[in-house]
């Protein structure tokens, strides 16, 4: 009868069942799909940064164009496209805009995020805002007056009515 026992044990091929490996396969893929989804979250918070990063050197540019000029210039509100802005069109010496610095920037920050921007300024004030990745309704403003927050916008909507007119980032 031991013979018997050990002849059956010995048929039985080693390895795993067609189930098993199924089952691996399966658990691989649902792994790796949630590894996927957080590297575009961490990709687009990288890209965030860098915008909020571009902007701030906005701000400390924009002290130092009002040094050597007697004011920030005049450049009416911008509205949102993503081919072409007053922003980047303005000449040295027009506006803070005009600043090659300036405008290095936000050009930075636009091609990091892909977006849109606005823009506006007068003699005492100016403000930008750049459309953030991987969120088509917010931007990340700043301002002439410190200030330095996320903005909700329309695309496509002028911002004549909601510029401030204390310099400070458009409403939320």
């Known amino acids: 009868m031991d013979l018997n026992m050990n002849s059956c044990v010995r048929l039985r091929q080693e390895g795993f069942t067609l189930i098993e490996l199924l089952v691996v396969v399966a658990i691989i893929g649902i792994l790796s799909t949630i590894v996927l989804v957080s590297m575009a979250g961490a990709k687009n918070s990288g890209i965030n940064s860098k915008v909020k990063s571009d902007l701030h050197g906005v701000r400390a ?3 130092l164009y009002v040094i050597d000029n007697p004011d920030y210039g005049t450049l009416a509100t911008t509205s949102m496209s993503s081919s072409s802005s007053n922003c980047l069109s303005q000449s040295a010496g027009s506006n803070v805009f005009g600043d090659p ?28 805002a750049v459309q953030l990745s991987g969120n088509t309704s917010k931007m990340w403003c700043v301002s002439s007056s410190g200030v330095a927050k996320l903005i909700n916008h329309t695309t496509g909507t002028g ?13 939320k």
């Open 101 to 128: 610095k300036v405008k290095e920037a936000i050009t930075s920050a636009r091609a990091a995020a892909g977006g849109n921007i606005r823009c506006a300024s007068g003699k005492d004030f100016w403000v930008v």
């Open 159 to 171: 911002l004549s009515a909601s510029l401030s007119a204390n310099n400070t980032c458009w409403p």
């Open 61 to 63: 540019q924009a002290q």
